[in-house]
Structures are given as C-alpha cells and as structure tokens.
C-alpha cells in the first residue's frame, strides 16, 4: 500500500508540473475583453503607452484633455472601434471631418507615435483601440485625476462614417433630454452623463461652441441670463462677435484648467460654466443634485468617472474575429 502511495504522490507531482504550466500557456479568449489580454503577446505595452502619454503631455499640457476627448469620441460613435482615427478614403468620408470633431479633435499623432512603437515590439498584435484607450486613462492619472482598470482586446473597425458622428455626438448646444438619450443608447445612464461631464474639468473650447451665451442666446439677442456677468464680460473679449474670433479658446476651467479635479462642479453652481450643456445640468433635479454633491466630494466624482470611463470604454467593442488589428491608425489594412 505504501509505494503504491508513493507512486500516485509522484504521478500527481509529474500532472502538476507538467498539465497546469500549459493551461497558463493558454491564450485568452479572443472574444472578451481581458485586463491581462497581452501580458503574453506585448509585455511591454503599458510602459510604451505610458511613456507615449507623459512625453506629449511634457510638450504641450492641453494634450491630456485632448486624449480624453479623442477616446470619448470614438467610443460613442458606434462603440469603441478607434473609427475616429481614420483618415478619409475613396470608399468613405470618417468621422475626422464631421462637424464635432474638424479642425477641433487633437492627439492623433500621439496615437500614431504609440502605435508605431508598439508595432516594432510587437506586430500585428495591439490594436489602435486599445491603445486609444489606454492613452486616456494614462493621461487623466497624470494630471491629477482618478485611474481605472482597461479591459483589452478591442478590434478596430475597417470603416467610419461622418454622418454617424454627426448624428451620434452630444452637442454643447443640445439639450439635456438628448444628449441623455444618445448616453442612454450606449448603454450609459444619467449618472453617467454628470459625471463623465466632469472631465470638462481640464481643456479649452472653441468660441463659437458657445458664442451664442454670450451675445444670442436662444434668439434672444441678449447673453444668457444665468451666465456670471464677470465671466461674461471676460468671455466677449476673448470672443467678439464676428466670425473671425470663432476659433479662439477659452478654458472649460478657468480655475485649473490643466488639473483635473471637482472645480468643474463648483463652477456650475456659480454659473459661471462655459458651455450651455454643461450649465444645464444645474436646471435639471436629477442631474443638480449630482452636480452639488460632486462639488463637494472629490473622492465620489473621482470613483463615479472611473466607473463610467470603464463603461463607455466597453462600450460597442469588437472582438474575436470583428474587424481588424491595424497596422496603422489611420488606414485599414
């Protein structure tokens, strides 16, 4: 009985040592999305991106609000499928020159700086997504504001549409009720509105986004009431009324404009917000009551932005054999 013990403890040993290292030599499931999906294929990834990130944030400080921007863009066009990114062809005009985002979304040589060192560790492997992805939340952690885990093994999409971003992107104009049902039709809810509203917090805007606050509103011919009447004047000098002054910038933040933080908040129960969706969500109950208690809690608009930012992240992804890993960003392969 005794070496036959012996003999079933060794067997034992020789199926642990031999059967478990190859179930971690498994892939992972192509069809889900996995915080660990490169460990194996692109160990280095992180590091590459971070380094990406910290390199054009070193050069030009607006760049953390324009990643963000960027990644958001994507992701509620059709889910997060890196479309944004690419350029127009014969075959289809992209979302690059749709009304939202031309001459306005930046950041897409930083992707592409990312995307071409990635490529040399590891072809044929990260997808632009991904890397969108990452390069967001890596760039709001160094300026200050909260992290959150990025599941991976998105899939880029082989097309783009400007109709659809046009048609799909929230307006600083639009209403409340709308841009809550675009939200809505991500899969995001009300509380995901307020706070991913919140990273207004850190950027500019160009004037003619609000221009109509300061010397039209709603076909008035007068400033919007609400707006602080210091800001306002402030406001027409940076934007006078005529056309030429429609590209100029002024920050959604003028507290801290390159620090993401609660301020954004503050400045809404002051009136003194910059874009006309943005100051609306102080005129709704729902939507106020969040905007007063982010105002006064750092760490909760911290928690809630990361939840929704890992929301609207897994929001519309491909994966498994769903489009593509591009080997450039902006091109189909």
């Known amino acids: 009985m005794t070496c036959r013990v012996v003999v079933i403890y060794f067997s034992f040993l020789f199926f642990l040592a031999t059967f478990v290292p190859l179930v971690h030599m498994l892939p992972y499931d192509r069809n889900k999305l996995d915080i660990n999906f490169y460990d194996r294929s692109c160990p ?3 590091m590459i991106v971070r380094y990406g990130v910290w390199s054009a ?13 960027l990644h958001f863009h994507d992701c509620i066009v059709n889910g997060c499928d890196a479309s944004v990114l690419l350029d127009d062809t014969p075959y289809f005009t992209g979302e690059k020159n749709a009304l939202p985002n031309h001459n306005s979304l930046r ?3 930083v992707i592409d700086d990312i995307k071409q060192h990635v490529e040399r560790l590891c072809p044929y492997t990260v997808s632009c997504a991904d890397i969108l992805a990452l390069a ?13 885990p990025v599941s991976l093994g998105r899939r880029d999409a082989t097309t783009t549409s400007k109709e659809a971003a046009e048609q799909q992107l929230p307006s600083p104009i639009e209403s409340l009720e709308n841009i809550t049902a675009k939200f809505y039709s991500k899969g995001l809810d009300l ?16 004037c003619f986004t609000f221009k109509g606050r300061l010397f039209d509103y709603q076909g008035s ?19 006078p009324n005529e056309e030429t002054s429609n590209s100029n910038l002024a920050p959604l933040d003028a507290t801290s404009t390159s620090t993401f933080d609660n301020e954004y908040y503050r400045n809404l129960i002051y009136n ?16 106020a009551a969040m905007v007063y208690y982010y105002s006064n809690n750092r760490f909760s608009f911290y928690n809630d932005f990361a939840q929704s930012m890992v929301r609207l992240s897994n929001a519309g992804v491909l994966t498994g054999r769903m489009g593509e890993i591009r080997q450039k960003c902006g091109s189909v392969n």
Request: glycine share 10%; hydrophobic share 40%.
């Open 57 to 69: 944030l070193k050069d030009d400080s607006r760049m953390a609000a324009s990643l963000l921007r």
């Open 272 to 287: 003194t917000g910059l874009l006309q969706s943005d100051q609306a969500l102080t005129r709704d109950r729902r939507t």
């Open 136 to 148: 967001a939340r890596e760039a709001i952690d160094m300026v200050g504001g909260p992290s959150w």
């Open 107 to 109: 950041g897409f040589e």
């Open 44 to 46: 280095n990834l992180l």
């Open 221 to 239: 011919g007068r400033p919007d009431p609400v707006l602080d009447s210091s800001l306002l004047t402030r406001l027409q000098s940076m934007c």
């Open 191 to 206: 509380r995901d509105v307020v706070a991913l509203s919140g990273g207004h917090t850190i950027g500019f805007a160009q």
